[in-house]
């Protein structure tokens, strides 16, 4: 049940603007944050640290920028090409350039003037871990968590509230065995029960599937869900909306880690899982939730955020 005083759905995205929590950029699933918004997404963050201390994880942090190859090489755009973003940059000379700045003088579409840099924008919080942790060498002996922590751009304008192209993921990713990969995603769902006590939160767990394009797609979709590869913690943002994934859990087997020839420490591949926290997303539940005035939350709440 959402407390008398939520935000209702219709509203939710109209009252979050007028309060200045979000402030709009003319791009769908953009958005600016207030001073407050931020200070519960930090809350938000600080928790998901709390949740994963006992694990002993290693602190990465990558910029929202991507090695280009490291997409290639996990062929995102074979899955996923609706939602990548290239980044590029102008590279030509006076010539060129004068071309250039006349097509955008003129309002004409100047992309074939650009050419492709070396990085893509971040598509995923874990991905830049894998190439990372390859390079050591073999993984230690029972594996190792990382907490990474990063901006991630996926390109799906919506209307939707929660559905933004610009938002930031928290993730802890193991890597190492499968009994312990698997292990380690089911651990992470049961504590996800205790997110939504502490948040005050509804929500449950549901199994999902990745968006991956086309029809071939479509079977890799099927597949993930028979086996249950993707679970989600799905909370309503707003009464009527429908219940959006707040947290995934991930196995992926030995994908990324045959990829990059990720072994471990008896030489064999690895396995890889990762749980991912939607921090605006969080966020977004919370005012929806609770309202808008984060003095007025229950004490306990404030407590668990540490506001
Ligand atoms: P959805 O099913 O809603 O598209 P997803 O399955 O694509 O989500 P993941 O790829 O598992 O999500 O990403 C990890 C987390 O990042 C999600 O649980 C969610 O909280 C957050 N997230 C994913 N896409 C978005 C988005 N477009 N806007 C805001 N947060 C997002
Ligand atoms: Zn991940
Ligand atoms: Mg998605």
Same mark, same amino acid.
């Given at each position: 049940m959402l407390r008398a005083d939520a935000v209702p759905a219709q509203t939710l995205r109209e009252r979050l603007l007028h309060a200045g929590l979000l402030i709009e950029?003319?791009?769908?699933?953009v958005y600016g944050h207030s001073a407050a918004f931020e200070t519960v997404l930090a809350g938000c963050n600080a928790y998901a640290g709390r949740m994963g201390a006992a694990d002993g994880a290693e602190v990465l942090r990558f910029p929202p920028l991507l090695n280009r190859t490291v997409a290639e090489r996990n062929r995102y755009a074979a899955a996923f090409p609706q939602l990548g973003g290239h980044v590029f940059s102008f590279d030509g000379d006076d010539d060129d350039h004068q071309r250039y700045v006349g097509k955008l003088l003129r309002g004409e579409?100047?992309?074939?003037e650009l050419t492709m840099t070396r990085s893509v924008l971040?598509?995923?919080?874990?991905?830049?871990?894998y190439p990372a942790l390859a390079a050591r060498g073999p993984l230690p002996a029972g594996g190792c968590v990382i907490d990474v922590l990063g901006e991630c751009f996926r390109?799906?304008?919506? =209307?939707?509230? &929660?559905?933004?192209q610009s938002f930031r993921m928290r993730e802890y990713i193991y890597l190492g065995d499968a009994g312990r990969a698997l292990a380690f995603r089911d651990l992470w769902m049961e504590r996800s029960a205790g997110l939504l006590r502490d948040l005050d939160l509804p929500g449950e767990l549901a199994v999902a599937h990745d968006p991956f394009f086309g029809r071939l797609g479509a079977r890799l979709a099927d597949a993930q869900v028979d086996r249950k590869l993707k679970m989600e913690l799905v909370i309503p943002?707003?009464?009527?909306a429908r219940p959006t994934a707040c947290m995934s859990f991930n196995c992926h087997l030995d994908h990324f880690a045959s990829i990059w020839d990720l072994t471990q420490a008896d030489g064999t591949v690895a396995h890889t899982a990762c749980v991912g926290f939607g921090l605006e997303r969080l966020t977004l539940a919370l005012f929806s939730r609770h309202?808008? =005035?984060?003095? &007025?939350?229950?004490a306990g709440l404030r407590g668990a955020l540490g506001l």
């Open positions: 950029t003319g791009v769908e699933g579409d100047c992309s074939c971040t598509p995923a919080a874990c991905y830049p871990v390109h799906e304008p919506s =209307a939707e509230t &929660a559905r933004l943002i707003g009464p009527d309202g808008l =005035a984060v003095a &007025a939350w229950p």
